[in-house]
């Protein structure tokens, strides 16, 4: 059966449908998004494809103009990487603090959104109390906590004989749990207000069904407001995660640079340290890389997890 004449004038022309194709169904928003899929690619994809580059050269700096074979070497970069204590020491240090300031940062932030959601007085007042460590700039943060956590500060004048000794910041075993609570404590404003979000979208109904079938506060958070921001959850576990492994600024002011004798180095730290204060880029590139495999691996693994459950 042959199509009528409507049928072939309404049909768009190829070309019109490759231009539909690239532009997609609403022009004007692909138009807007166009200089954020730049500042991406000019921000994160080139350089990321770039160090992935010099992690299989024998790179280094060069003054301008200057042109120098950098020979193709393989996979050695990544052989002397994982064979270098001191880059494996690094990653258990972020291990431990991951340990720690994850489940940290999602318990603590589900809680207190979850008081702040019920309604707690002065709600208002312990939101901005929260969110402002967040705002804060870290050197003013830092700043007070070296007073707070050293050998003669506030923490072990109430501790007394209590207090470690050596003092928190130069203690091999307490330097990184102190900076994954420090952390947690910066970084904590910004996921309860992600989670105050959620919140808004749990059907109240869901609550008040709950209570009258006699579930008390306690089973109404566990069976109520956790599955009802698992989605959440989920965010807050990736961009936790993500910040974690990331740490650069608070061991190099807290401990000077990842001490006492590299027991809160991190990889970030390391590759700064490699690649611009000793001139290796390309060990340095090659840490990049491995940090990019394992924070995206563990952004998958908890992602799976928190849907499976």
């Known amino acids: 059966m042959t199509a009528g004449p409507d049928a072939r004038r309404r049909a768009p022309a190829p070309a019109r449908r490759g231009r539909r194709r690239w532009w997609g169904g609403q022009p004007v928003g692909t138009l807007l998004a166009a200089p954020y899929l730049v500042f991406v690619l000019v921000v994160f994809a ?127 075993g307490l330097a990184m749990p102190t900076i994954a609570l420090f952390v947690t404590w910066k970084q904590l404003g910004f996921y309860v207000l992600l989670y105050l979000a959620a919140l808004q979208n749990v059907p109240r109904e869901l609550h008040e069904s709950a209570e009258t079938d006699g579930a008390s506060g306690f089973q109404r958070f566990l069976n109520v407001t956790v599955p009802g921001v698992r989605t959440t959850t989920t965010l807050v576990l990736i961009l936790a995660i993500i910040t974690g492994t990331n740490l650069f600024t608070e061991p190099y002011l807290l401990t000077s640079g990842g001490g006492p004798d590299g027991a809160s180095v991190t990889p970030v730290l390391l590759i700064y340290q490699r690649g611009i204060q000793q001139q290796n880029p390309d060990t340095a590139a090659a840490i990049g890389m491995l940090l990019v495999v394992v924070v995206g691996l563990l952004s998958l693994t908890a992602n799976r997890l928190n849907r499976e459950r």
Do not use: C
């Open 46 to 172: 080139y350089p990321l494809g770039f160090a992935g580059y010099m992690s299989v050269h024998d790179y280094f700096f060069t003054a301008p103009g200057v042109e120098v074979p950098k020979p193709f070497v393989g996979l050695d970069n990544f052989v002397a990487v994982l064979t270098d204590p001191q880059v494996l020491r690094s990653f258990r240090n972020t291990a431990v603090f991951l340990v720690i300031n994850v489940p940290l940062t999602v318990v603590l932030a589900l809680v207190l959104a979850s008081a702040l959601n019920a309604g707690v007085r002065w709600a208002a007042a312990y939101r901005v109390a929260y969110y402002v460590p967040y705002l804060t700039a870290s050197v003013s943060l830092v700043g007070v906590w070296l007073l707070l956590f050293s050998s003669n500060g506030l923490v072990n004048a109430v501790l007394g004989p209590l207090a470690p000794d050596p003092s928190w910041l130069v203690n091999k």
